[in-house]
């Protein structure tokens, strides 16, 4: 009897142990599996980072080659301009030392001004004939060039119109206007592409020089030809 009993205590306690190690087994289980969601979702977490850096660097290599690309196009537009500039300093060669034009390229812009007295006679708006071959030479530099923005501008001194021109021109905003459309045509007339040309009147309210003076009065009495590259 006292072996029985001897042998159902050493059951009883070799069944408890087991079961302390079964649970121990169990928690260690819950623990790993715990640990291993863990490293689930920081892994989820990592590759998640690791695709939104991969779009940044794609986003930026892509402004890298639109901003490379920007630089290339206004290089070639700036080396076309000064081609363009030297082409004209030799088709104006002879009104350039005569003082009747000027040339100026600054700040991207191309700049031709023309004194009213080579283009027209007082009053008139009509181009006259010594005009007309200046405008030749300027429209055989101007239709070669392309993606060049073109604006004829008419400015005046700040003398009145007359009442009998008044019949025709109320003002100098009418004239400046009436005088730029007529170079325009010329242009157009000898080959430069009419989609790039635009037309427009300052009247007297873009003076270079003194209207009081009789010299700076002719200095404001001018048309300027302004080459500049397109905004696309």
Known sequence: MKGILICILAMLVFSLTGCAELKELRVETSEQKAAIDQLNRDNQACQDSLKEAEERLRLA???????????????????????????????MKVELESKQVALQELEGKLTLTMVESILFDSGKAEVKKEGQEALQKVAGVLKTVQDQEIVVAGHTDNVQIGPNLAKIYPTNWELSAARAISVVKILVADGVDPKYLGAVGYSEYRPVADNDTPEGRAQNRRMEIILMPVHK
């Open 61 to 91: 290599m892509l402004d890298i080659s639109d901003k490379e690309k920007e630089l290339q196009t206004r290089e070639e537009k700036a080396r076309e301009q000064s081609d363009a500039f030297t082409r004209m300093q030799q088709a």
